[in-house]
T-cell receptor
């Protein structure tokens, strides 16, 4: 089975712009979660989608949003980019949403905000 | 609320020596615990997970971890380090099922292997 794929792998944007990142989960997985990884804050949960519905959301401002499509693919959007949004954004998929369900991670999208 | 503490942001061992990476957790619900490894410029790869079936969990690449409820610990070990083990290791606790927010990660431990 193909793993989780994320596109693009690298992005450079300027402050004030918006960006959309894409994630394709492992075939058959219905849950997609997004995480932000920075040197200072480490790995932080952004949100989780299941059956096109947001189930949980982390402590991030409303500039961060996402959605999930009927084929389980997911996108996240960051509007009005700030320098502090520079990070590695990781997508993870799992079969379902149980606590024991393993989340499988993609390679990430490296976003640089100038 | 869940939290994870990884003791030691950097751990250095010699090739062939025992690897011990420490993880302590706090959870308000029965914990499901995970260890992930991250190589440079890559995503996270699952090493192993604890789901209450057995306290000693064996994972990939010769790693294992023991769940100790009394110590709220889930330390990762490997009997003999290999150069290819050099990477960043993350311990995580799942908040799902308890109405919480995805995986909560520790700050990570950078494992350095000395030749």
């Amino acid at each position: 089975k193909a793993g989780v794929t994320q596109t693009p792998r690298y992005l450079i944007k300027t402050r004030g712009q918006q960006v959309t990142l894409s994630c394709s989960p492992i075939s058959g997985h219905r849950s997609v979660s997004w995480y932000q990884q920075t040197p200072g804050q480490g790995l932080q949960f952004l949100f989780e989608y299941f059956s096109e519905t947001q189930r949980n959301k982390g402590n991030f401002p409303g500039r961060f949003s996402g959605r999930q499509f009927s084929n389980s693919r997911s996108e996240m959007n960051v509007s009005t980019l700030e320098l502090g949004d520079s990070a590695l954004y990781l997508c993870a998929s799992s079969l379902d949403t149980g606590a024991q369900d393993t989340q499988y991670f993609g390679p990430g999208t490296r976003l640089t905000v100038l | 609320a869940q939290s994870v503490t990884q003791l030691g942001s950097h751990v250095s061992v010699s090739e062939g020596a025992l690897v011990l990476l420490r993880c302590n957790y706090s959870s308000s619900v029965p914990p499901y615990l995970f260890w992930y490894v991250q190589y440079p410029n890559q995503g996270l790869q699952l090493l192993l997970k604890y789901t209450s079936a057995a306290t000693l969990v064996k994972g990939i690449n010769g790693f294992e971890a023991e769940f100790k409820k009394s110590e709220t610990s889930f330390h990762l070990t490997k009997p003999s380090a290999h150069m290819s083990d050099a990477a960043e290791y993350f311990c995580a606790v799942s908040g799902r099922g308890g109405g919480a927010d995805g995986l909560t990660f520790g700050k990570g431990t950078h494992l350095i292997i000395q030749p």
